[in-house]
């Protein structure tokens, strides 16, 4: 989705950092195997993840919602030597896919792969996070952001896409759109939860950063 002129968007990405060859080769995999690509972050995000995740340079990134793998690789950029990701999804058909890519990378020990509910493996993991990055079912965001929240380090960072949901969270809501009623009441959430600071940016199909207090 653009938000901005085509031809703006394009002197955009034109003059953004360019794409690094494996993700190349698992974007271009992705759209030719792989069903809905249009759930790939992409080149041009694909470089904002990976250079918020430089700035903050985390030794532990929770992911929720790996797809197939092109947005943990980017956020994997940004983490420190010793550092863990840990990424979580409920499509098992995709998890050789993903491991293929992470092991090409120079990440794939660091890389830690969880199949299931987030809301059930969240609790389960024993430790605080850095950076999470929100990119799953839009109707879980506030219960995601909820179970993440108190395992987010001081001056952590969440992550969360598709928070304009293509324009329709401005637009009369239909009755039975519940994915777009849910980010409605997420982006509030955000806007609301004196634990963060938050800005949302027109990037895309919208990206929200949060800053723990």
């Known amino acids: 989705m653009h938000f901005i002129p085509e031809k703006l968007d394009n002197y955009v990405v034109t003059h953004t950092q360019d794409e690094p060859e494996l993700?190349?080769?698992l974007n271009r995999e992705t759209y030719q195997k792989i069903l809905q690509p249009r759930m790939l972050s992409g080149h041009y995000q694909g470089r904002l993840l990976s250079m918020l995740s430089k700035l903050i340079n985390p030794k532990t990134i929770l992911e929720i919602g790996t797809y197939t793998g092109y947005s943990a690789l980017c956020l994997a950029e940004g983490i420190q030597s010793n550092?863990?990701?840990?990424?979580?999804d409920i499509d098992e058909e995709l998890y050789d896919f993903q491991r293929k890519y992470f092991?090409?990378?120079g990440y794939g020990s660091q890389i830690h792969q969880h199949l299931g509910n987030a809301l059930d493996i969240i609790p389960k993991l024993e430790m605080t996070f850095d950076l999470v990055f929100i990119d799953a079912d839009k109707e879980n965001y506030a219960n995601y952001f909820n179970c993440v929240i108190d395992k987010l380090n001081s001056g952590g960072v969440i992550l969360s896409d598709n928070v304009l949901w293509s324009g329709k969270v401005i637009e009369p809501l239909q009755k039975d759109d519940t994915s777009t009623k849910a980010l409605i009441e997420y982006n509030m959430l955000l806007k609301n939860d004196e634990r963060i600071e938050t800005i949302l940016l027109p990037i895309r199909d919208g990206l929200t950063i949060c800053r723990k207090k």
């Open 103 to 105: 092991d090409k990378s």
């Open 23 to 25: 993700l190349k080769q």
């Open 83 to 88: 550092g863990e990701l840990h990424t979580i």
